[in-house]
Each structure stands twice: as C-alpha cells, then as structure tokens.
C-alpha cells in the first residue's frame, strides 16, 4: 500500500535554511502536500506541488519533487522561531480525495 | 465563516463508554474525513464521506462507526471505548478530491 515516510526531527538556528525531506511510494498521486500543525492546533496548508512539476517556489518556501526517486523537499530560507512546528508531507489518493501523511517533522528553530 | 469546527475539544471516558464527536463545517464541501493522530504516526484516516449520506472506511476503521445526514455535519461514534482509542482525532473538509483538507482544531479524547 501507499507509505510516506519522513525523519521525525530537525533542528536549526535561527536565520539558517532548513529542509524537510519526505519520501512516497505512490506515482500515481496527484498532488503532493506540505501541512504545517502548531502546538495544539489542527493542520494548515503550507504549500503543495502538482505531480508533473519539478520545483515550486512560494516566498520563503522551496518545494523540490524528484518523480524518479519518489523524494518530496520542503525548503525554508531565513527560518525563523515562528516557524517551529510539525511539518507533515501528504500524497493525495484520487479515491475519495484521501491524504495519506507522513510521520511528521519537528522542527526546532534556536535562537 | 467558522471553517471547521469540533465538539467536544477534550474528553475522558472510562472504558466501554461510548461517545460521539461532531465535525461541522460551513463551506457547503462535498468531502469530509475523520482522522486520529497519534505521536510518530502522522495523521490515520478513519473514515471518510464523499458526499451527504456517503460514508466510507479508512485505514483505521475498527471500533468507529460514522453519519453523513447532513452535508455540513459528520459524526464519529465510539461505541465501547477502549484505551487504544486514546489519541488527538481531527476533522477536515475539501470542495473536491484534488483539492486542499481543511482541518479542525482537533478533540483530545483519553480513554481510561
């Protein structure tokens, strides 16, 4: 069956760029989801990326998709320590529009 | 608009109890999903409805049953909680399959 994978924590200092690395199994997803959930709260869309594209750029977001080694990036430059939160990648299963999410990356911005 | 919304935001039950929580949304979305969250395992779907009175499983459908009645409503019913179902259980709606989730704030539910 489908599986995304994720490291499970990443930590940076503040000003530095950090990237989140997530790996798919299913080539047929449409899309490809970056959410960001902040302690306590629910999740919120960060970015997403069509299956046929290579990289999205979004202001401090970068988003890299390799097709061929199912490899997903998020890039954020300048991170900040608002920016500490889980980041889940999601691929996007065209029945019934279900997500299936990776484990999750905590992202530990220091000062 | 409200977005998403859930009721109750915590709750602890004994186990065999059983209890429902309701999903609202209110932006007339065709597609609604009930997920838990548990820690290092990322977000599990349980159920899902494509449309009022639609329902459909998911990954971790045991122990859950669910209700489309309304299209803006979507309840996940425990029957006979057992602590296993202990975990963070989110709601989220989308207009279409290829379009964005939007997730609740979330209901922290501990089973004793």
């Known amino acids: 069956g489908e599986d995304v994978e994720q490291s499970l924590f990443l930590s940076v200092r503040e000003g530095d760029s950090s990237v989140i690395n997530c790996t798919y199994t299913d080539s047929s997803s449409t899309y490809l989801y970056w959410y960001k959930q902040e302690p306590g709260a629910g999740l919120q869309l960060l970015t997403y990326i069509f299956s046929n594209m290579d990289m999205k750029q979004d202001q401090r977001l970068t988003v890299l998709l390799n097709k061929k080694d199912k490899h997903l990036s998020l890039r954020i430059a300048d991170t900040q320590t608002g920016d500490s939160a889980i980041y889940f990648c999601?691929?996007?299963?065209?029945?019934?529009?279900?997500?299936?999410f990776g484990q999750g990356t905590e992202l530990s911005v220091k000062p | 608009n409200a977005g998403v919304t859930q009721t109750p935001k915590f709750r602890v039950l004994k186990t065999g109890q059983s209890m429902t929580l309701l999903c609202a949304q209110d932006?007339?979305?065709?597609?609604m999903y009930w997920y838990r969250q548990d820690p290092g395992m990322g977000l599990r779907l349980i159920h899902y409805?494509?449309?009022?009175?639609?329902?459909a499983k998911g990954e971790v459908p045991d122990g859950y049953n669910v209700s489309r009645l309304k299209k803006q409503n979507f309840l996940l019913g425990l029957e006979s909680a057992a602590p296993s179902q202990t975990s963070v259980y989110f709601c989220?709606?989308?207009?279409?399959?290829?379009?964005?989730?939007?997730f609740g704030p979330g209901t922290r539910l501990t089973v004793t």
């Open positions: 999601a691929e996007g299963d065209r029945q019934g529009g279900k997500l299936i």
């Open positions: 409805s494509v449309g009022e009175g639609t329902t």
């Open positions: 989220a709606s989308s207009p279409d399959s290829d379009y964005e989730q939007y």
């Open positions: 932006m007339n979305h065709e597609y």
